[in-house]
């Protein structure tokens, strides 16, 4: 097992929660990748991605990514996915394995302050891995560095929660009955830290990047990638703002919050899951 990254530097918190999370991600992996794969193709689509290419996955997870983009850059091309999470990593190695893909790589690192091989890639890519940075200029001016002259980048983020009906439903029959999570700052990092367009052309120009472009992507998802009322119920308690909210919660009230997040979802429940709207941008920018 390779050594895992010290948390410390400008997102030493970040590196303790995705370690300390990270099971529970790996856990719920089954249910996350089928529902947010969708999102995840069209970006990669969007990146225009060629045989033979070296990409980048920045906050690869459990490297659903990696596979499909080292499936689509084929044996003579080259994917490192890249993460703080040693525990995401090691299922991502051990599925990638398994996939027989010998072209994909992972590397435990923060994506904000490694210092990449210079223009070492022809694509930066990301599926909701790049929001959790404390400082997103330093970090997209470091990722500039590993991207080749014309070298493309290209990444899915969520826009705002109450854009985002699979979290916002739940979450607000939640906090009829406990109390709001700790309000972040509009810059503090996290799920939603790149929601406003304009926030993020300023981050990406700033870092040196041009041709910077949004597109809205706004359909409906399979919550828990298709699993019964229940589960996804469970999973959704899991999740997100919802989860959030609960951590924080009188422990005699779970019972009550789960109930109602099942009353919200119940409407949405269609033979083939849980289906939910969702927004998100495809960002797509390439280094001149
Ligand atoms: C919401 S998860 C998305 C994971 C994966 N891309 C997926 O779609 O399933 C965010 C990921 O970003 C990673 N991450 C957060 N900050 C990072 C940083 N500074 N450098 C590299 N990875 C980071 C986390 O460890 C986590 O795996």
Redesign the pocket.
Known sequence: MPPTIEASGP?AQ??EY?NQN?SR?VNL?DL??PQ?RPL?LQAMDAARITTGETIL??????G??SRELARRVGAGGKVTG????SV?LERARELTQRAGLANATFRN????TYRFEPAIADLIF?????M??AQPDQ?FANLLTALRPGGRLAFVCWQQVSENAWMFVPMLAALQHIPPPPLAGPDA?G?FAFADPEKVRGILTRAGFGDVAFESLRQDLIVGGGNNLDVTVDFMLQMGPTAAAIREADLTLRETVRTAVRQALEPYATDQGVRMGSASWIVTAQRP
């Open positions: 997102n970040q590196i995705w990270g991600w992996q996350i990748d947010i995840g996955d920045v906050g690869c997870g459990c659903d990514t890249v993460d703080i999470s995401m690192a923060d994506a904000q990301s599926r909701f891995g790049v959790f940075f970090a990092p799920p």
